[in-house]
């Protein structure tokens, strides 16, 4: 068993490594694609409001296997070849901005409409009201929420495994299908997402002391 550890730590923090490239990749992906979603969920435009609800409605209401599935095995029929490392963080991109979307509305519709009403009065274009105003305060209210949504995709990730992404779950099934120690393999597989995500736990924690530290 020992040896079989020693043996699985090499390939296990590779894809380790790999797991945390897609999941900040994606994050990255979902915060700018849910920043636009959240306010196009506010917006006075019901075409764009609605445009904004349903790409919200859909992602968040399929799993997130099958649209992995669609944009790996489904694509390639309309002539579209994704290699798995592209359609596995296109598509955690795209169902995690669906939920960052969300988030943002929240953090937004927290604001006290007071606010935007000041600004518009003083001049501020509506654009400027929710850049200078209304995003500044809305994102400092949900960085908990952001950092839980990291968390969530992080160990989400796992799923890209099936798409053949040699991520830490996969890289955990390589070796087992050399050892068969599938037992102890899952358990250190585990182990190590959960010290990533504990990791990641504790700069959340540390971000949201700082952001009320400078209230």
Do not use: W
Not at 38 to 56: C, D, E, P, T
Request: glycine content about 10%; aromatic content about 12%; hydrophobic content about 50%.
């Amino acid at each position: 068993m020992y040896e079989a550890f020693i043996e699985a730590v090499p390939f296990l923090l590779k894809g380790s490594l790999m797991t945390v490239k897609i999941t900040t990749i994606a994050v990255g992906m979902g915060i700018i694609l849910g920043v636009i979603l959240g306010l196009g969920r506010v917006s006075r435009n019901q075409i764009i409001a609605g445009f904004a609800k349903s790409y919200i409605e859909v992602f968040r209401g399929t799993p997130l296997l099958i649209q992995l599935f669609i944009l790996y095995y489904g694509l390639p029929s309309l002539g579209i070849n994704l290699t798995p490392y592209i359609a596995a963080v296109i598509g955690l991109g795209l169902n995690s901005g669906a939920y960052v979307g969300e988030i943002v509305r929240g953090g937004i519709e927290s604001i006290d409409k007071g606010q935007m009403e000041a600004a518009r009065s003083v001049g501020m274009s509506y654009t400027q009201s929710m850049r200078y105003i209304i995003l500044p305060q809305a994102f400092k209210s949900i960085i908990p929420a952001l950092g839980n949504e990291f968390i969530a995709l992080l160990k989400d990730s796992s799923l890209v495994s099936v798409i053949a992404v040699k991520d830490l779950t996969r890289q955990g099934r390589l070796i087992i299908s050399r050892t068969y120690q599938s037992f102890f393999i899952f358990l250190t597989v585990a182990a190590f997402y959960f010290i990533m995500v504990f990791i990641m736990t504790r700069f959340v924690n540390y971000a949201e002391r700082k952001l009320k530290t400078s209230d």
